[in-house]
T-cell receptor, first 112, second 116 residues
Framework: DQQVKQNSPSLSVQEGRISILNCDYT??????FLWYKKYPAEGPTFLIS?????DKNEDGRFTVFLNKSAKHLSLHIVPSQPGDSAVYFC???????????FGQGTRLTINP | EAQVTQNPRYLITVTGKKLTVTCSQN?????MSWYRQDPGLGLRQIYY???????DKGDVPEGYKVSRKEKRNFPLILESPSPNQTSLYFC???????????????FGSGTRLTVV
């Protein structure tokens, strides 16, 4: 049972435009959500997170939005740059727990 | 530099030949885990360890073993590898995300395993 789902395996965006990556979850116990970025031949690295008590968190060009009623979150990258080309994983956790549950990942390609 | 180190980076082996993938972290983290990444399935947890001598199964533990004799090391053991264990493996250690009530992971660089 996939508790965290990223339904778009890939996304292609023009440089300078907005990239929107989506993530859905089924477990209402999740109260923290994280995004990781993965380049080829490297491990995933932490990008940004959001608590369930917020609906938006911003860090530079990256903004994560959370819609709890829809059990949906999205990562916005504005403006998109070639260095943003990577696989992005959505992850969720329950407060106090050590385990992160990951989605399938979305491969983002930024075209010059 | 805070890091998780995995070895080897690449490994090709034959069915049934025992192998060990090593993982070491220098951050004094208590929680460590192993994940495998497969196309369309994302990152799935194999085993985890809450501390020395405390290990437990994750979501896909079949065919794997682990041990945690020291805090820094968490090797993954495949006693009799099979082709369906061909995958990209990541070791991770967990830490509290500063300013937040959640953990985040530091991952190793990965081990690409091919079993023929």
């Amino acid at each position: 049972d996939q508790q965290v789902k990223q339904n778009s395996p890939s996304l292609s965006v023009q440089e300078g435009r907005i990239s929107i990556l989506n993530c859905d979850y089924t477990n209402s116990m999740f109260d923290y959500f994280l995004w990781y970025k993965k380049y080829p031949a490297e491990g995933p690295t932490f990008l940004i997170s959001i608590s369930s008590i917020k609906d938006k968190n911003e860090d530079g060009r990256f903004t994560v939005f959370l819609n709890k009623s829809a059990k949906h979150l999205s990562l916005h990258i504005v403006p998109s740059q070639p260095g943003d080309s990577a696989v992005y994983f959505c992850a969720a956790s329950v407060q106090g727990a050590q385990k992160l549950v990951f989605g399938q990942g979305t491969r983002l390609t930024i075209n010059p | 530099e805070a890091q998780v180190t995995q070895n080897p980076r690449y490994l090709i082996t034959v069915t049934g030949k025992k192998l060990t993938v090593t993982c070491s972290q220098n951050m004094n983290h208590e929680y460590m885990s192993w994940y495998r990444q497969d196309p369309g399935l994302g990152l799935r947890q194999i085993y985890y360890s809450m501390n020395v001598e405390v290990t437990d199964k994750g979501d896909v533990p079949e065919g794997y073993k682990v041990s945690r004799k020291e805090k820094r090391n968490f090797p993954l053991i495949l006693e009799s590898p099979s082709p369906n264990q061909t995958s990209l493996y990541f070791c991770a250690s967990s830490h509290l995300l500063p300013g937040h009530r959640t953990v985040s992971y530091t991952f190793g660089s990965g081990t690409r395993l091919t079993v023929v």
